[in-house]
């Protein structure tokens, strides 16, 4: 089972304003949405679940399944959707539905609970043209450290560039 990380960045590290705010361009959402289209599960935190839900992008997407990573039982599961309290729940069902891939998009709090798992096998990050004084980091504080070999460089937009990084290969 491949767990590929996309997250779009400011180029000081924010995937989002402190109140949650993603001003991207046109050119990353079009490259969200097109890579997103490309994993049949989806994987957020609840956060981002919710923001998700409220601004309508999940319908853009249209995931086969999604899974959220939720501790406190806020939302119900349904049709399409499991509800897990874990990133082992996560791996564990992905495995048992034969999943060969899945996409994991965010928000800081589930990115460390996947690295620190070591369950992250490649991370996309889309660099913005923005830097945010105060907000989101890519990564929440915590006690892992992981080596990642570049795997490739693209423009994606005017000023926007996608990075792909190989997670835990010798550099």
């Not at 319908?59 to 119900?76: A, F, R, W």
């Not at 998009?105 to 996309?124: S, V, Y």
């Not at 693209?154 to 996608?162: A, D, H, S």
């Amino acid at each position: 089972m491949k767990l590929v990380l996309y997250m779009a960045q400011t180029v000081n590290g924010m995937i989002a304003r402190s109140n949650g705010e993603t001003p991207w361009s046109e050119a990353e959402w079009k490259s969200f949405f097109k890579t997103a289209k490309e994993y049949p599960v989806l994987v957020m935190g609840s956060k981002t679940y919710n923001i998700m839900i409220k601004s309508k992008e999940l319908e853009k997407i249209s995931p086969k399944l999604i899974i959220v990573l939720s501790h406190k039982n806020k939302i119900k599961p349904q049709k399409g959707l499991v509800v897990v309290h874990s990133p082992r729940e996560v791996i564990n069902y992905l495995n048992q539905q034969k999943c060969p891939s899945a996409l994991l998009i965010g928000g800081a709090k589930t990115n460390i609970a996947f690295l620190n798992e070591h369950f992250i096998n490649e991370i996309i990050v889309d660099v913005e043209p923005l830097v945010f004084g105060k907000g989101i980091p890519l990564f929440a504080e915590g006690v892992v450290e992981a080596r990642l070999r570049l795997a490739g460089i693209k423009k994606i937009g005017i000023n926007t560039v996608q990075l792909r990084y190989k997670v835990g290969e010798v550099v």
